[in-house]
């Protein structure tokens, strides 16, 4: 079976940080791209950050640049995002997503978390 998992979402206050996890199961990450994907309320579902399978190159959003680190550990099956200097903007689900290759493009997703939420305060 075919499978991501996202765990660690929560409560935390602004300027606080959090880290995200996100497990595959029925397949293998030295295969597929690893993005996070994130969807506020009321708002379309946007990439935030990707890790290719080699772990060799990164990407971020504007919105998330220098505060958040993705990162993996293929033995482990495992793909982790850094969130630091958190913001109530960041406030949404997030979603963690694997593809062949790093994209933003939600139609191109192979497979899917189910997502956590992360919830910043003011």
């Known amino acids: 079976e075919v499978q991501l998992q996202a765990f660690g979402g929560g409560l935390v206050q602004a300027g606080g940080s959090l880290r995200l996890s996100c497990v595959a199961s029925?397949?293998?990450?030295?295969?597929?791209?690893i993005g996070w994907f994130r969807q506020a309320p009321g708002k379309e579902r946007v990439g935030v950050s990707c890790?290719?399978?080699?772990?060799?190159?990164?990407y971020y959003s504007d919105s998330v640049k220098g505060r958040f680190t993705i990162s993996s550990d293929n033995a482990k099956n495992t793909v982790y995002l850094q969130m630091n200097s958190l913001k109530p903007d960041d406030t949404a689900v997030y979603y963690c997503?694997?593809?062949?290759?790093?994209?933003?493009?939600?139609?191109?997703?192979?497979?899917w978390g189910q997502g956590t939420l992360v919830t910043v305060s003011s």
């Open positions: 997503a694997a593809d062949r290759v790093c994209n933003y493009n939600i139609k191109l997703y192979d497979y």
């Open positions: 029925g397949f293998t990450l030295d295969d597929y791209a």
């Open positions: 890790i290719t399978s080699s772990g060799g190159s990164t």
